[in-house]
């Protein structure tokens, strides 16, 4: 299984997200064959200038940057580790410059199969929202969400120890293929939302129309 970690901290080494999402990671180390950590803040991500290409085009996008580095590896990934400071009780403007970024994803679900696990740092330990805004985006992908940690910073002994017991379970989760049905229920709203959307753009939103006509979704 591979497992990506997205870390959007400013402070690589002194990272306290980046200490704790690498907790979730050894969590799940025995049953990773392929890991891979990306720090934002060594990639150029610019903001989405909303031209509509990767709807027309899927994953074209006219901006040269580290974006479809980065999307190619979520979408090669069985596990996703979102992994952000709070910063102004949100996640960071980086990681939220890649989320909006890959708006693909959730025109078309291309999350589908996959599980996310949330991680947040914060002076505060006031990081609840923000943990479920990344649950929120990993359903109108399409992803499962096994959980999330968070911690006021220095992260602590029982902090590191829950979120290694979380890589565990995404681990665990990722195995058997779990599905959650009360989220499964609300991917499948997602989806029945997307579509009349998909049959209202289907003139513009060329590519994205085609992939739903071959998933079989209309
Ligand atoms: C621009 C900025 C905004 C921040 N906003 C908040 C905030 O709203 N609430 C909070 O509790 N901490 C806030 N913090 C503190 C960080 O969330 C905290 O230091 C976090 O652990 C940093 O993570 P890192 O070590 O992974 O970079 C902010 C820090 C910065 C730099």
Redesign the pocket.
């Known amino acids: 299984m591979k497992i990506v970690l997205i870390?959007?901290?400013?402070?690589k080494k002194?990272?306290?997200?980046?200490?704790?999402a690498k907790e979730v990671l050894r969590g799940c180390a025995k049953e990773t064959v392929g890991s891979e950590v990306m720090h934002l803040c060594d990639l150029r991500i610019e903001f989405c200038r909303h031209c509509e290409k990767c709807h027309r085009e899927i994953m074209s996008c006219p901006i040269e940057d580290d974006i479809r580095m980065i999307l190619k590896s979520m979408l090669e990934a069985d596990g996703i580790i979102l992994?952000?400071?709070?910063?102004?009780?949100?996640i960071?403007a980086s990681m939220k410059a890649l989320l909006e970024r890959a708006s693909h994803f959730i025109h078309c679900k291309r999350l589908l199969g996959k599980y996310v696990v949330g991680v947040?740092?914060?002076?505060?330990?006031?990081?609840k929202d923000i943990l479920d805004y990344i649950m929120r985006y990993a359903h109108i992908c399409g992803a499962q969400y096994c959980g999330g940690v968070s911690?006021?910073?220095?992260?602590s002994e029982g902090k590191a120890e829950e979120a290694f017991k979380l890589g565990r379970q995404l681990a665990a989760d990722i195995e058997e293929k779990k599905r959650f049905s009360d989220q499964e229920r609300a991917i499948q709203e997602g989806i029945e939302y997307f579509k009349k959307i998909m049959e209202m753009r289907k003139q513009d939103w060329i590519g994205e129309y085609q992939y739903w006509q071959e998933k079989g979704w209309l």
């Open positions: 870390s959007s901290s400013a402070r002194k990272s306290q997200t980046l200490l704790l992994a952000s400071p709070n910063y102004i009780n949100q960071t947040v740092s914060s002076g505060s330990g006031q990081d911690s006021r910073a220095p992260v």
